[in-house]
Protein backbone atom coordinates (compact mmCIF):
# COMPACT_ATOMS: atom_id res chain seq x y z
CA UNK A 1 0.00 0.00 0.00
CA UNK A 2 1.11 3.66 -0.83
CA UNK A 3 2.16 5.60 2.25
CA UNK A 4 -0.25 8.26 0.95
CA UNK A 5 -2.79 6.81 1.65
CA UNK A 6 -5.05 7.63 4.64
CA UNK A 7 -7.00 5.22 6.94
CA UNK A 8 -9.63 4.83 9.91
CA UNK A 9 -10.26 2.35 11.90
CA UNK A 10 -13.98 2.21 13.15
CA UNK A 11 -14.91 0.31 16.19
CA UNK A 12 -18.50 0.11 15.96
CA UNK A 13 -18.55 0.88 11.84
CA UNK A 14 -22.06 -0.59 11.15
CA UNK A 15 -24.81 2.13 12.49
CA UNK A 16 -25.02 5.02 14.31
CA UNK A 17 -22.01 7.62 15.32
CA UNK A 18 -19.90 4.76 13.79
CA UNK A 19 -21.60 4.38 10.21
CA UNK A 20 -21.84 8.10 9.73
CA UNK A 21 -18.21 8.56 10.64
CA UNK A 22 -16.93 5.87 8.22
CA UNK A 23 -18.91 7.21 5.10
CA UNK A 24 -17.50 10.68 5.99
CA UNK A 25 -14.12 9.62 6.29
CA UNK A 26 -14.31 8.20 3.28
CA UNK A 27 -16.27 10.44 1.40
CA UNK A 28 -13.16 12.91 2.70
CA UNK A 29 -10.62 10.06 0.96
CA UNK A 30 -10.14 7.65 3.85
CA UNK A 31 -10.23 3.93 3.16
CA UNK A 32 -11.54 1.95 6.24
CA UNK A 33 -11.27 -0.63 9.05
CA UNK A 34 -14.58 -1.19 10.23
CA UNK A 35 -15.13 -3.72 13.57
CA UNK A 36 -18.77 -4.26 14.51
CA UNK A 37 -21.15 -6.98 16.32
CA UNK A 38 -24.11 -7.72 14.07
CA UNK A 39 -26.59 -10.71 13.82
CA UNK A 40 -28.70 -11.86 10.68
CA UNK A 41 -31.35 -9.29 10.96
CA UNK A 42 -28.93 -6.40 11.15
CA UNK A 43 -25.86 -7.53 9.11
CA UNK A 44 -27.38 -6.26 5.77
CA UNK A 45 -26.77 -2.34 7.58
CA UNK A 46 -23.04 -3.08 8.05
CA UNK A 47 -23.05 -4.37 4.21
CA UNK A 48 -24.30 -1.04 3.30
CA UNK A 49 -21.77 0.61 4.86
CA UNK A 50 -19.21 -1.34 3.41
CA UNK A 51 -20.77 -1.04 -0.01
CA UNK A 52 -21.45 3.01 0.42
CA UNK A 53 -17.17 3.57 1.27
CA UNK A 54 -16.77 1.09 -2.04
CA UNK A 55 -18.61 3.11 -3.82
CA UNK A 56 -16.99 6.45 -2.95
CA UNK A 57 -13.73 4.40 -4.37
CA UNK A 58 -12.38 3.59 -1.14
CA UNK A 59 -11.43 0.33 0.35
CA UNK A 60 -13.66 -1.08 3.29
CA UNK A 61 -12.78 -4.19 5.28
CA UNK A 62 -15.30 -4.70 7.47
CA UNK A 63 -14.93 -7.64 10.88
CA UNK A 64 -17.80 -8.79 12.45
CA UNK A 65 -16.49 -9.50 15.75
CA UNK A 66 -16.97 -8.38 19.41
CA UNK A 67 -14.10 -5.82 20.22
CA UNK A 68 -14.10 -7.03 23.66
CA UNK A 69 -12.34 -10.30 22.97
CA UNK A 70 -8.75 -10.30 23.64
CA UNK A 71 -8.16 -12.88 20.27
CA UNK A 72 -10.28 -11.20 17.72
CA UNK A 73 -8.51 -8.24 18.43
CA UNK A 74 -5.19 -9.55 17.93
CA UNK A 75 -6.49 -11.48 15.08
CA UNK A 76 -7.55 -7.76 13.23
CA UNK A 77 -4.97 -5.82 14.44
CA UNK A 78 -2.06 -8.93 12.80
CA UNK A 79 -4.69 -8.76 9.35
CA UNK A 80 -4.72 -4.94 9.36
CA UNK A 81 -0.83 -5.06 10.06
CA UNK A 82 -0.49 -7.64 6.75
CA UNK A 83 -2.87 -5.19 4.57
CA UNK A 84 -1.30 -2.34 5.11
CA UNK A 85 2.52 -3.16 4.95
CA UNK A 86 4.97 -1.38 7.05
CA UNK A 87 4.30 2.02 5.91
CA UNK A 88 0.85 2.93 5.63
CA UNK A 89 -0.73 3.87 9.11
CA UNK A 90 -3.91 4.88 10.96
CA UNK A 91 -4.67 8.52 10.70
CA UNK A 92 -8.04 8.10 12.54
CA UNK A 93 -9.15 5.42 15.58
CA UNK A 94 -12.90 6.05 16.72
CA UNK A 95 -14.52 3.90 19.32
CA UNK A 96 -18.26 3.92 19.20
CA UNK A 97 -19.34 0.99 20.51
CA UNK A 98 -22.87 0.42 21.79
CA UNK A 99 -23.22 -2.60 24.08
CA UNK A 100 -24.53 -1.73 27.60
CA UNK A 101 -26.32 -3.33 30.75
CA UNK A 102 -29.94 -1.12 30.73
CA UNK A 103 -31.07 -2.29 34.43
CA UNK A 104 -31.53 -0.23 37.31
CA UNK A 105 -28.75 -0.90 40.60
CA UNK A 106 -32.08 -0.97 42.92
CA UNK A 107 -34.97 -3.48 42.01
CA UNK A 108 -37.43 -5.70 44.35
CA UNK A 109 -36.51 -8.32 41.91
CA UNK A 110 -32.54 -9.25 42.21
CA UNK A 111 -32.98 -10.62 39.03
CA UNK A 112 -34.13 -7.05 37.30
CA UNK A 113 -31.09 -5.46 39.04
CA UNK A 114 -27.95 -5.15 37.93
CA UNK A 115 -25.33 -8.04 38.52
CA UNK A 116 -21.59 -8.63 38.86
CA UNK A 117 -21.43 -9.50 35.36
CA UNK A 118 -23.76 -7.30 33.86
CA UNK A 119 -21.71 -4.39 35.32
CA UNK A 120 -17.89 -5.79 34.35
CA UNK A 121 -19.29 -6.57 30.89
CA UNK A 122 -20.69 -3.03 30.31
CA UNK A 123 -17.41 -1.53 31.84
CA UNK A 124 -15.13 -4.05 29.48
CA UNK A 125 -17.02 -3.29 26.20
CA UNK A 126 -18.11 0.16 26.46
CA UNK A 127 -14.68 1.39 28.27
CA UNK A 128 -11.97 -0.72 29.10
CA UNK A 129 -11.38 -1.98 25.53
CA UNK A 130 -10.89 1.00 24.33
CA UNK A 131 -7.59 0.68 26.29
CA UNK A 132 -6.44 -2.19 25.13
CA UNK A 133 -7.15 -1.52 21.17
CA UNK A 134 -5.01 1.61 21.64
CA UNK A 135 -2.26 -0.24 23.30
CA UNK A 136 -2.60 -2.78 21.13
CA UNK A 137 -2.25 -0.61 18.11
CA UNK A 138 0.65 1.15 19.44
CA UNK A 139 2.66 -1.88 20.16
CA UNK A 140 1.53 -2.54 16.28
CA UNK A 141 2.96 0.46 15.43
CA UNK A 142 0.23 1.32 13.24
CA UNK A 143 -0.74 4.82 15.06
CA UNK A 144 1.95 7.81 14.33
CA UNK A 145 2.59 11.45 14.72
CA UNK A 146 -0.14 13.23 14.17
CA UNK A 147 -3.03 10.41 14.26
CA UNK A 148 -6.08 10.90 16.41
CA UNK A 149 -8.15 8.49 18.78
CA UNK A 150 -11.27 9.11 20.09
CA UNK A 151 -13.53 7.33 22.21
CA UNK A 152 -17.65 8.56 22.66
CA UNK A 153 -18.85 9.55 25.55
CA UNK A 154 -22.56 11.08 27.14
CA UNK A 155 -23.80 13.51 29.06
CA UNK A 156 -24.10 10.47 31.17
CA UNK A 157 -20.90 10.43 32.49
CA UNK A 158 -21.90 13.18 34.71
CA UNK A 159 -25.92 13.18 35.02
CA UNK A 160 -28.08 10.55 35.81
CA UNK A 161 -31.10 9.20 34.04
CA UNK A 162 -32.97 5.71 35.08
CA UNK A 163 -31.72 2.34 33.25
CA UNK A 164 -28.45 4.17 32.38
CA UNK A 165 -26.30 3.31 35.53
CA UNK A 166 -23.83 0.64 34.25
CA UNK A 167 -23.20 2.71 31.09
CA UNK A 168 -22.87 5.97 33.18
CA UNK A 169 -20.25 4.20 34.67
CA UNK A 170 -18.57 2.66 31.77
CA UNK A 171 -18.25 6.63 30.34
CA UNK A 172 -17.04 8.05 33.46
CA UNK A 173 -14.38 5.16 33.50
CA UNK A 174 -14.03 5.90 29.56
CA UNK A 175 -13.22 9.70 29.57
CA UNK A 176 -10.71 8.99 32.60
CA UNK A 177 -8.95 6.43 30.08
CA UNK A 178 -8.57 8.70 27.34
CA UNK A 179 -7.00 11.41 29.54
CA UNK A 180 -4.64 8.79 30.82
CA UNK A 181 -4.03 7.62 27.11
CA UNK A 182 -3.46 11.28 26.04
CA UNK A 183 -0.87 11.50 28.55
CA UNK A 184 1.20 8.77 27.86
CA UNK A 185 0.93 9.52 24.46
CA UNK A 186 1.36 12.82 23.60
CA UNK A 187 5.09 12.22 23.17
CA UNK A 188 4.17 9.91 19.95
CA UNK A 189 2.20 13.01 18.64
CA UNK A 190 -0.69 10.97 19.41
CA UNK A 191 -4.06 12.81 20.12
CA UNK A 192 -6.60 10.97 22.39
CA UNK A 193 -10.00 12.80 22.98
CA UNK A 194 -13.73 12.05 23.80
CA UNK A 195 -16.35 13.33 21.71
CA UNK A 196 -19.39 13.84 23.57
CA UNK A 197 -22.67 13.73 21.51
CA UNK A 198 -26.11 14.80 22.28
CA UNK A 199 -28.42 12.44 21.84
CA UNK A 200 -29.42 10.79 18.51
CA UNK A 201 -31.90 8.76 17.63
CA UNK A 202 -29.85 5.32 16.86
CA UNK A 203 -30.35 1.74 17.93
CA UNK A 204 -28.08 2.77 21.23
CA UNK A 205 -30.45 5.17 22.30
CA UNK A 206 -34.01 3.36 21.33
CA UNK A 207 -32.99 0.57 23.65
CA UNK A 208 -32.82 3.33 26.70
CA UNK A 209 -35.64 3.01 29.35
CA UNK A 210 -37.90 6.03 29.28
CA UNK A 211 -36.19 7.42 26.11
CA UNK A 212 -39.05 8.57 24.67
CA UNK A 213 -39.61 11.24 27.27
CA UNK A 214 -35.94 11.82 27.17
CA UNK A 215 -36.00 12.53 23.57
CA UNK A 216 -39.13 15.20 23.91
CA UNK A 217 -37.31 16.97 26.83
CA UNK A 218 -34.23 17.34 24.74
CA UNK A 219 -36.10 18.76 21.94
CA UNK A 220 -38.11 20.91 23.97
CA UNK A 221 -35.02 22.42 25.59
CA UNK A 222 -33.24 22.91 22.80
CA UNK A 223 -33.62 26.47 21.28
CA UNK A 224 -32.72 24.57 17.53
CA UNK A 225 -35.41 22.24 18.77
CA UNK A 226 -33.58 19.27 16.95
CA UNK A 227 -31.66 16.25 18.64
CA UNK A 228 -28.09 15.81 16.92
CA UNK A 229 -27.66 13.47 14.28
CA UNK A 230 -24.59 11.22 13.35
CA UNK A 231 -23.33 13.27 10.55
CA UNK A 232 -22.75 15.68 13.26
CA UNK A 233 -19.93 13.87 14.67
CA UNK A 234 -18.86 12.66 11.19
CA UNK A 235 -18.27 16.09 10.37
CA UNK A 236 -16.04 16.88 13.26
CA UNK A 237 -13.84 14.04 13.43
CA UNK A 238 -13.47 14.97 9.66
CA UNK A 239 -12.25 18.11 10.20
CA UNK A 240 -10.02 17.29 13.54
CA UNK A 241 -8.03 14.36 10.69
CA UNK A 242 -6.52 17.44 9.11
CA UNK A 243 -2.46 16.64 10.43
CA UNK A 244 -2.13 20.44 11.60
CA UNK A 245 -4.68 20.21 14.02
CA UNK A 246 -2.50 18.64 16.52
CA UNK A 247 -2.93 20.17 19.97
CA UNK A 248 -6.13 19.16 21.50
CA UNK A 249 -5.77 16.11 23.81
CA UNK A 250 -6.76 14.73 26.30
CA UNK A 251 -10.23 16.35 26.40
CA UNK A 252 -14.04 16.24 26.17
CA UNK A 253 -14.77 17.85 23.02
CA UNK A 254 -18.95 18.42 22.91
CA UNK A 255 -20.73 17.81 19.69
CA UNK A 256 -24.46 18.11 21.06
CA UNK A 257 -25.25 21.63 20.10
CA UNK A 258 -25.05 22.98 23.16
CA UNK A 259 -27.59 20.62 25.14
CA UNK A 260 -25.75 19.96 28.01
CA UNK A 261 -26.24 23.26 28.65
CA UNK A 262 -30.13 23.67 28.82
N1 LIG B 1 -27.18 7.60 20.49
C1 LIG B 1 -26.95 8.51 21.44
O1 LIG B 1 -27.82 9.28 21.82
C2 LIG B 1 -25.56 8.64 22.03
C3 LIG B 1 -25.20 9.84 22.65
C4 LIG B 1 -23.92 9.98 23.19
C5 LIG B 1 -23.02 8.94 23.09
N2 LIG B 1 -23.38 7.77 22.49
C6 LIG B 1 -22.39 6.71 22.41
O2 LIG B 1 -21.99 6.55 21.06
C7 LIG B 1 -21.55 5.21 20.87
C8 LIG B 1 -22.26 4.62 19.65
O3 LIG B 1 -23.64 4.69 19.86
P1 LIG B 1 -24.69 4.70 18.67
O4 LIG B 1 -25.83 5.49 19.17
O5 LIG B 1 -24.03 5.09 17.39
O6 LIG B 1 -25.11 3.16 18.67
P2 LIG B 1 -25.58 2.16 17.54
O7 LIG B 1 -26.36 1.11 18.23
O8 LIG B 1 -26.20 2.88 16.40
O9 LIG B 1 -24.18 1.53 17.01
C9 LIG B 1 -23.40 0.74 17.84
C10 LIG B 1 -22.31 0.05 17.05
O10 LIG B 1 -21.53 -0.72 17.97
C11 LIG B 1 -21.36 -2.03 17.44
N3 LIG B 1 -21.14 -2.94 18.55
C12 LIG B 1 -21.91 -3.10 19.67
N4 LIG B 1 -21.33 -3.98 20.49
C13 LIG B 1 -20.19 -4.39 19.90
C14 LIG B 1 -19.17 -5.30 20.27
N5 LIG B 1 -19.20 -5.95 21.43
N6 LIG B 1 -18.16 -5.50 19.40
C15 LIG B 1 -18.12 -4.86 18.20
N7 LIG B 1 -19.03 -3.95 17.82
C16 LIG B 1 -20.06 -3.73 18.66
C17 LIG B 1 -22.63 -2.30 16.65
O11 LIG B 1 -22.44 -3.38 15.73
C18 LIG B 1 -22.83 -0.93 15.98
O12 LIG B 1 -22.00 -0.86 14.84
C19 LIG B 1 -21.84 4.46 22.17
O13 LIG B 1 -20.67 4.43 22.93
C20 LIG B 1 -22.89 5.35 22.83
O14 LIG B 1 -22.89 5.21 24.24
C21 LIG B 1 -24.64 7.60 21.94
Not at 29 to 38: A, E, K, T
Not at 110 to 132: C, G, W
Not at 173 to 192: F, M, N, P
Not at 238 to 252: E, H, S, Y
Request: aromatic share 6%.
Amino acid sequence: MSSTQRWALILGASSGFGAATARALADAGFNIFGVHLDLKSTLPRARQVQADIEAKGRKAFFFNKNVADDRNRAEIIAKMKRLLGSRCKIHVVLHTVAFGNLKRYIADDPKDAVDRKAMEMTLDVMANSFVYWTQDLVRAGLLTRGSKVYSMTSAGSHRVFIGYGPVSAAKAALESHTRQLALELISKGICVNAIQAGAADTPALRAIPNQKEAVAHVKELHPDGRLTVPEDVARVIVALADPNVDWITGTVIRVDGGEDNW
